[in-house]
């Protein structure tokens, strides 16, 4: 049963009197629970219970928090009936996107769980001491990644599962040994509720301190800003729009000790189809990149939010083959009115300008949260010109660039801000795509992409989620994968320790059987290493 209290540590609370309920898009009317805002007196009690609960959670062992997150994805799978439920009448999605998305969030946290077991993430490295070095001895330095303290999560109105409650940014805090606070999005307070049902007793179960995992709830941002600016959090991670995530950035680096702030905001995610490709695949690029832009109703961080060609024919065909194709595929229900309603208006921010003509026309009216496919075109020289037509406009839309030759394609280029991805259709020797053009591109960008689409984010090791400002607010991390661990993690070096004070990690014998960079070569090797040091 879904109470509409927030989770302090292990205890259901609702204090305050601030109340409100989250909405089915599909049949546009609210939901019935009533939710409960986390009072004053909730947020202190969790975020104190995250900073006491963080001095057991940094000393329990990497395998005893892989089984605790091996637990979670066991307790999300045994209530998934109930997950789908509450997600669908919060999301208006269907149920096959909510299947795939609880995979993928079942998926991400196997794969910190398996990180874990392995150990390689906390970079250990040890340098052997010179005694007899002159003028100065080299003393014995050994480092390793150690948690930063408990972080706060904001649940992304998107990703209801996969980057909300137990989603990438919990699970990679988790693993690092950081407690997780998390600020639950309004518009899915349930899912996120019922999600965090699963955590608590999965934390109970592996024996984690209470206050390893808090749930609050909020109707607008103040909860979320008396959160930033808790003493007792000591990182965020964010994503959603640039003037939220801009905002939540400022109020961190005022803070009198300022945390770091893992924002992913928005993107239009540039696409360059090059001459040779167009000339050949125009129709089968038009059909892809329509079902690209609508997928999800367009409200994924990676749509693509900009095509850019060069003035031709082919690239004319493949505007008219992608008007014709968007306007036939049946628009979906968006995730909230605000989101519907924040999309219409840049829509019709866009209408209003002067450069801009929108390609796409409907006769007939729509239903209220389903949003019109809309392709619209301006010249490269008022694209250039005009940095508002760089804004994200979150649903399923895109703007068409057209250039006059290479000289112009590379200057839009590095007009463009930070992309969480930059796309190139091309043939492998095609017209216009040189080196420097890639070079330009790749500054831009956190992923860029040979011939495919941005929508589908892969979560591996190798993935990069982030780019540039503002796609993200710190461009040397990744929000998706593995290595986004990396975030909550800060090195600590220890000087001419003692062996029976070191963590296990740094001692000769190597007890966790761990990689190790010692003196420069990465090994496995334990106390023979250190045999004549
Ligand atoms: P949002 O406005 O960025 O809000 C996300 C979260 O941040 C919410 O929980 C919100 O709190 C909080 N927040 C926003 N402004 C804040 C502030 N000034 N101080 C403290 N907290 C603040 O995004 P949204 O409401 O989820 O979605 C609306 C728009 O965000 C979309 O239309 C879209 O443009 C964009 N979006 C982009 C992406 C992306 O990946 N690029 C993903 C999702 C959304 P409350 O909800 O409690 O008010």
Known sequence: MITGKNYIGADLSSDSTVSFKTFNPLLNIENKTTFFEASDSEIQKATKLAHDAFRVFKLVSAKQRSEFLIQISEELKSISDDIINIYCSETGLPEGRCKGELGRTINQLLSFATLLKEGSYQEVSIDTPLPERKPMPKPDLRKMLMPIGPVLVFGASNFPLAYSTAGGDTASALAAG????????????????????????????????????????????????????????????FTGSLKGGRAIYDLASQRSHPIPVFAEMGSVNPVLIFPKKLQKEYSELAIQYAKSITVGSGQFCTNPGIIISFKSDYFDLFINKLVQEIQEISPSCMLHPNIYNSYNLGLQKIKKNKNVSELTSYSDKYENNFPRHVISRVSAEKFIEDKCLQHEIFGPCSLIITCQDEEEILKVIESLDGQL?????????????????????????????FNGVPTGVEVCSSMTHGGPYPASTDSRFTAVGINSIKRWLRPVSYQDF????????????????????????????GDSHFENT
């Open 421 to 449: 991805t930059g796309t190139i259709l091309a043939q492998d020797h095609d017209t216009f795509l040189s080196q420097q053009i890639i070079d330009t591109f790749e500054l831009k960008v956190g992923r860029i992409i």
């Open 498 to 525: 003692p062996q029976s004070l070191l963590p296990d990690e740094l001692k000769n014998d190597n007890p966790l059987n761990i990689n190790r960079i010692i003196d420069g070569v990465v090994t496995r090797e």
């Open 178 to 237: 950081c407690p997780v606070i998390l600020k639950s999005h309004p518009m899915h307070a349930g899912t996120g509720e019922v999600v965090s049902s699963a955590i608590i007793r999965a934390a109970k179960k592996t024996n984690m301190p209470n206050g390893v995992f808090s749930n609050l709830n909020s109707k607008g941002i103040e909860v979320g800003v008396k959160l930033v600016n808790n003493s007792y959090v000591k990182a965020v991670g």
